[in-house]
């Protein structure tokens, strides 16, 4: 999964200048390479589960939610332990016998925060509280977080304060106005996803040999009108 850059460059046609602008349009981008599918009674197979899907997506009609399977929870220690490492501190090389990055045996942590204030279309800063305290990387580059329905990343190291707050520079910037306070606040940083429709109506899949069929899926975003 990757972003789609909305820079929209222009040319003047008296002094040849160009100029490049910045748009909302900045979706993101998601394929899928298929393996080989089997349909048949002897070798049962998720196949027909998929022809399903996209029987309901009906070409880009309908949207489906999803999420980045490399970045379903942050390296960072936002959400309280650090998926980056987990399989390094299984066997509770911490004093404390826990898995949580720091070593220093918190028992807290969540895998969502909240807006700490109000925030409008098109900001590429969020003000987050409710992080665990004093962490140095409560998010890393890269990192995924849902923000009301929609995917964004962290473009910076964020680091939280005493109080449990951190400035998140964003991208994509932020979709819809978010609302501190409620669930049009909450920021969720476990399977973090956004509605992607097909990126057109032919995707589908390829019948290579009876009952054997195989191809690549892309989505692409779909975004607020306004």
Known sequence: ?????GAVPSTS???GATRVTATMRTPWQAKFGLPRLVDDEDEPSWTRELEALLM????ARNAVRLYDH????PRGVAAGINMGNWTDHMDGQFSDSTVFSDGEGFNEGATTARLARHHYRGERLVLLEGLIPSQRYSLVVGDHL???GYLYAARQKVSSDADGKAMVPIHTPLRPDAIK???SGRVSFAWPSSPFVMATPFEGLVTTAPNISRGDLQFVEFLPRK
């Open 146 to 148: 849902q923000v009301k």
């Open 1 to 5: 999964m990757w972003p789609i850059s």
């Open 56 to 59: 309901e997506l009906d070409g």
């Open 181 to 183: 306070g409620g669930m």
């Open 13 to 15: 046609v008296f002094t």
């Open 70 to 73: 490399r970045r379903f929870m």
